[in-house]
């Protein structure tokens, strides 16, 4: 009897770890294609507010909506590709960066003002990335013949997500300056302040911009552990 | 048709076609009709050899403003007030030199000359070969343009230290700080008597601290981009270009806009006697200040 007692609970052992060993197989078969399918599609949520047009000339009576429409396109490729694709990748998309930025502010980006023109090098995003703007204040000037030459944008942004170590938020605010180039318009000046909160953050996280000329800027130096937590 | 009110119902519809037909044909032959230009206030020149900001954003620059005594468009005047500005993008810094207009020029004769014969293309030449640098730009104003200019941003704060009554340019200030509209800045600026010692070159100081007092009163009324926008809107309306397109003015306004006036340095061109009638001739410490100028656009030791 003690042998057969034995023989029935070693025959329950191998049945239950059958059981859970099939379940931890259909769980992980079902679970791993779906987990990769939903990774969280970013939200940026931005559109144009006030409109002021000063002119040299009599027209035009308003912003033109062609010329909004193309600025706020503008504004939109630059925000995903200085901030939604570095949260995802880890850098930014040098192709959407080259369409939004004129050659101008494009070569400050070898400078220091990469880092507040772009959020790289922070911890990637593992959830969602909601970028929440104000709506965004544009002003144009028109010369003689009515034509918009240039046109200046108030940013006002959040963008939060989570990273491994938990919450992060950017607020990016200023001024940027965009011109036509090429058919389209392109930001060609810019006074950005950039504040990033969240852990694993590096000390340096704070910087601001002071436009020295149409379309660069120098960064001073970042203000050590100043937001950092 | 004897009956004049039968007349006057011809004549009235006839009268009103045909000036509807001229003024469509004057429509035909010269464009659609273009909104009024403003009284010139200014001109600005810029060089055509200059690099645009585009093609080089940090390069260091030059700026010459010229106020000249021309009573009208029509007077080119002689360049009686000379200021040549210094911008340092990269630093966001600027340093300004006022010339005498008595300073002798390299050609020889008076610097001041040179704009009434040759306008600001004959001055700057000289004031390029005199520094040795190479100018820009180069804007200049009568004394209607400055006086509606100055009306027109209302006022330039300006503070009085010394006692200035001088009947010929009209000043009657007590030291003291004043809100200056066009009429007494331009007297503010033009007199010379009221400095028995300094005369000209006191005069030419004077000058100076009002171009500085202007940019701190439209820095003040024009905030960030979209302020520049305004400010140059109502700008292009009095203004006469040669070699420059309304983006252009545009990013001078904002860079101009950027800059601190309290770290703008303000220096006379040391001059002395020439032995050439009333022309004074640069000492060698305007040399040396030439080639501190010269280098970044920056006076680092004066």
Redesign the interface.
Known sequence: MPESKTRVSRVRRAALLAFAAATMVAVGVTASPAGAAKKPKPVVKMSAGDL?V?????DPQALPDDVRDQVMATLLGYVNAATVKPLQTGSADPTALSAAL???VA?RLTGPDRTVLLDEGLPKSVSKIVVNAAPV?L??????DGKV??V?A?LDATTTTKTAKGKMSIKRNG???L?PADGTWKI??Y?LFVDRLGKGLGPTTTATT???????A?APAATPGSVAK | MRNPIVRLLVIIPLTGLLLAGALTAAWLALGAP??AHAATWFTVHRVESAAS??EA??APFYVLVLGNDGRTDADPGLGDAMHVIGVN????DASMIDVPRDTEAPSGGKINAFHATGGLPATVDQLDRMMGINISYAITTNFPGFVAMVNEIGGVNIEVTEPMFDHDSGTEFAPGTYTMLGDSLLAYSRDRKSYPAEGDRQRTVNQGKAIIAALSTLRGQNP???G???L??IL??HVRTDNM???QM???G??AL?LDPARIKNVVVPTGASGNGTNLALTPAARDLFADFADDAILQSH
């Open positions: 002021t000063y002119k040299v000339g009599n004129a050659p101008s070569a204040k002003t144009g000037l028109a010369d003689g030459v240039v200046t108030n001024e940027l300056v011109t060609s000046g006074t002071t436009p020295v000329t149409p379309g660069a120098t | 273009q909104p900001f585009t954003p940090d993008p990269a630093t966001g960030g981009a979209a520049t926008a305004r140059v809107s292009a309306r397109d309304l983006t545009y990013d001078l904002r860079l950027s």
